[in-house]
């Protein structure tokens, strides 16, 4: 037998089970990897709890839960080809990751080795935020010279946007929680609280202003953005959220161009991205990790441990 975390209905944290199941065994073109890290996602628990969101994945009841995983291959299928038994990797399986094992299709893309320096922790966080500050930020064009405003700029995908976009030679305002300003300063972005004002506290940071927005929660952001005066086409919002305003981009990890992950990895190996991790919890402890998540109030990303 092995574990897995799944739900029977649809809702909140206590929806969750972490529950004993027969052990998976890898088909002919299927690796099985021995999860050893989950990174959680909001987009995770938003599944859960949403009917109409699950469908969207293809998931129905009853569903397993997660979607970044890290850990070690230990079974590999007559026909699977690139990977070896004892590879370490990372990747993502959309309700299925916070399990002892997962099994991944070697033909379809989803499972990046891991390399040497970068632990399972760090790697588990890694595909659905990465790839999707990723895209968040090609959306945009974004360049550098450019004074960007990132809504949600502490999150577990701001975390990447922000050093993405630092990377790019933009200069970076990210709104937050007045509690997270020190850590997003750490990051090297100028913090700014969200909630009602935003526009003429963003307007007296930059009163020259700003030239592109990606919303990584809610719409404030690009409201602001388009209220300061930003053109629609270079303002963002992350694809699970409300419909964006008119000629604003909805983007996600899928729309992420290729080797965009490649270039998260090396860029973290090169010491030139961090990624903080906020709290890791056993898996035992599924629940109350999800609530912490949800509350929104964590530097970084939550990880559970296998």
Do not use: C
Request: no cysteine.
């Amino acid at each position: 037998m092995s574990r897995a975390v799944r739900y029977q209905r649809f809702g909140g944290p206590e929806v969750l089970e972490l529950q004993e199941i027969p052990e998976p065994h890898a088909a002919p073109d299927e690796v099985r990897v021995r999860v050893t890290a989950a990174g959680l996602n909001p987009m995770d628990w938003q599944i859960a709890s949403k009917p109409d969101m699950a469908a969207q994945f293809g998931l129905s009841l009853p569903a397993g839960f997660g979607s970044d995983f890290a850990g070690v291959v230990d079974e590999v299928g007559a026909e699977a080809t690139g990977f070896t038994a004892g590879d370490r990797v990372f990747g993502a399986a959309i309700g299925r990751s916070v399990a002892d094992f997962v099994l991944v299709k070697t033909s379809a893309a989803g499972l990046w080795p891991t390399p040497d320096g970068i632990g399972d922790e760090v790697a588990a966080t890694l595909p659905v935020s990465g790839l999707t500050a990723s895209a968040a930020l090609a959306a945009i064009e974004l360049r550098a010279g450019d004074t960007v405003l990132i809504g949600g700029a502490a999150g577990g995908v701001g975390i990447f946007a922000v050093q993405l976009a630092k990377l790019a030679g933009a200069r970076v305002i990210g709104t937050a929680s007045e509690g997270t300003f020190g850590f997003l300063r750490g990051l090297g972005a100028e913090p700014v609280a969200y909630g009602p004002g935003l526009a003429d506290r963003v307007r007296a940071l930059a009163p020259e202003g700003i030239t592109a927005a990606t919303d990584l929660f809610g719409r404030e952001a690009a409201e602001t953005a388009l209220k300061l005066g930003v053109a629609p086409k270079r303002i963002s919002v992350v694809a699970d959220g409300p419909a964006p305003p008119p000629g604003v981009s909805k983007a996600g990890a899928l729309d992420a161009g290729p080797g965009s992950l490649e270039r998260i990895v090396d860029a973290i190996h090169a010491g030139e991205i961090t990624v903080p991790i906020a709290a890791t919890f056993p898996v035992e402890r599924i629940r109350e990790a999800v609530t912490t998540q949800a509350e929104r109030h964590v530097h970084g990303k939550i990880v559970i441990s296998l």
